[in-house]
């Protein structure tokens, strides 16, 4: 025969043991919906960009240009055209040969199969299958001359 207490403890046990149930259910179910509405829906990150000095004004002349490598190491020239300040990679985008900008044509050539590109990069003739990678250009106050470069 159990008496009054004895039967209030046991209930008082039971009714603990249920909610710390309840409650690792609910943060195991929990944590596992989490990552499983991470996995459908992830989250759209910014691109980030690095601004790299690349010369001053003063070192492009209309028509001028000067190389530099990007922070992996790619080539890539920056030209002074009619168009404005153009950021362009120098890796053909057929087989990765190197691409020229040739001030006096107006253009890119890559001679390892005529390639041709205009001063954006876009494909004018020859067998690229896309543009050059082009990149943002800005000037500060200073006329220093900043290229934006996608952080990998
Ligand atoms: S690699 Fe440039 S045109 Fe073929």
Known sequence: ????????????????????????????????????????????????????????????????????????????ILVNSDAGLKAISTTCTHLGCKAYWEADNDRFFCPCHDGVFDVNGQVVSGPPPRPLDSYDVEVDENDNVFVLLLEG
């Open 1 to 76: 025969m159990t008496t009054q207490s004895e039967d209030n403890n046991v209930g008082r046990r039971g009714f603990l043991k249920r909610v710390i149930m309840g409650a690792g259910l609910i943060l195991g179910y929990g944590t596992g919906a989490s990552y499983a509405i991470q996995f459908l829906l992830p989250r759209k990150r910014k691109a980030k960009f690095r601004k790299m000095l690349v010369a001053s004004l003063s070192e492009l002349p209309p028509n001028g240009s000067k190389s530099f490598k990007d922070l992996s190491g790619r080539e890539m």
